[in-house]
């Protein structure tokens, strides 16, 4: 399995931005789909999944009411839209897919099998 983020680039704050994960090879019958972020000097944290069964969406607080996760089907492409972007945004984000599915551990690192090589979106003040 692959994915390709991109999508990353240079922000004020208040703008938005749209990454995009293109998943290929093996196909899931049970997946999460997620991305992460990494900012400077700190650990990887949860940022937003969606659930392959049913759609449901889940988010760290810290975005809630401002990002996005979606998944196109007919592209195999994971999105998340980012608006109302704060300087706290910036990291580097990183899609990810779990192939089990298991909803208890949806917002942990260690439930992804598959990451992408991360995209760099910086929010300026």
């Known amino acids: 399995v692959q994915l390709q983020a991109s999508g990353g680039g240079l922000v004020q704050a208040g703008g938005s931005l749209r990454l995009s994960c293109a998943v290929s090879?093996?196909?899931?019958?049970?997946?999460?789909v997620a991305w992460f972020r990494q900012a400077p000097g700190k650990d990887r944290e949860f940022t937003a999944a969606?659930?392959?069964?049913?759609?449901?969406?889940y988010y760290a607080d810290s975005v809630k009411g401002r990002f996005t996760i979606s998944w196109d089907n007919a592209k195999n492409t994971a999105y998340l839209q980012m608006n109302s972007l704060k300087p706290e945004d910036t990291a580097i984000y990183y899609c990810?897919?779990?192939?089990?599915?298991?909803?208890?551990?949806?917002?942990?690192?260690?439930?992804?099998?598959?990451w992408g090589q991360g995209t760099l979106v910086t929010v300026s003040s």
């Open positions: 969606l659930r392959w069964r049913g759609g449901s969406t």
């Open positions: 990810a897919v779990d192939p089990n599915g298991i909803l208890s551990s949806i917002s942990s690192n260690e439930a992804y099998d598959y």
């Open positions: 090879g093996r196909t899931f019958s049970r997946v999460h």
